[in-house]
């Protein structure tokens, strides 16, 4: 399988916990390459224009204020089958509902407060590492 890229955000409420340590930790277990990192405080614009797919959708405002109370970190991930690998590790969206051991299961509290945002296809994981890493920034 080739080698792909995937975007990690540790969410404001992992940061805020102190517990983002302990996932790069756990991404770097798992094989991952770090690309590219860094810690950032988004500001609505930033948040708006990354989540716009999401525009139309009632959780959106939420969404966007969720992201920007605090700092997150970006991770640009890179290995084989990067994006299953990293969906997998980081378990469902709703902590509830995810399985035992994963990040989302260890660390997130709700739906909206889950930790990690993780890219949903390799064409998207290209777009979101760009959209935070420009070309030169990436390895």
């Given at each position: 399988?080739?080698?792909?890229?995937?975007?990690?955000?540790?969410?404001?409420?992992?940061?805020?916990?102190?517990?983002?340590?302990?996932?790069?930790?756990?991404?770097?277990?798992?094989?991952?390459?770090?690309?590219?990192?860094?810690?950032?405080?988004?500001?609505?614009?930033?948040?708006?224009?990354?989540?716009?797919?999401?525009?139309?959708?009632?959780?959106?405002?939420?969404?966007?204020?969720?992201?920007?109370?605090?700092?997150?970190?970006?991770?640009?991930?890179?290995?084989?089958?990067?994006?299953q690998h990293y969906r997998?590790?980081?378990?469902?969206?709703?902590?509830?509902?995810?399985?035992?051991?994963?990040?989302?299961?260890?660390?997130?509290?709700?739906?909206?407060?889950?930790?990690?945002?993780?890219?949903?296809?390799?064409?998207?994981?290209?777009?979101?590492?760009?959209?935070?890493?420009?070309?030169?920034?990436?390895?």
């Open positions: 399988m080739a080698s792909q890229r995937t975007l990690c955000i540790i969410k404001p409420d992992a940061v805020e916990k102190r517990v983002q340590g302990h996932i790069l930790q756990r991404l770097l277990d798992e094989g991952f390459k770090v690309v590219a990192m860094r810690q950032a405080h988004l500001t609505r614009g930033q948040a708006e224009g990354f989540y716009a797919v999401h525009r139309e959708r009632p959780f959106f405002g939420e969404l966007c204020t969720f992201m920007t109370r605090g700092p997150v970190v970006l991770v640009a991930l890179e290995r084989d089958n990067a994006v997998d590790v980081i378990g469902a969206t709703d902590p509830a509902k995810a399985a035992a051991g994963t990040i989302r299961k260890l660390y997130g509290s709700n739906v909206g407060e889950n930790a990690c945002h993780g890219s949903d296809s390799e064409e998207n994981g290209r777009i979101e590492c760009g959209y935070f890493f420009p070309g030169h920034e990436l390895l």
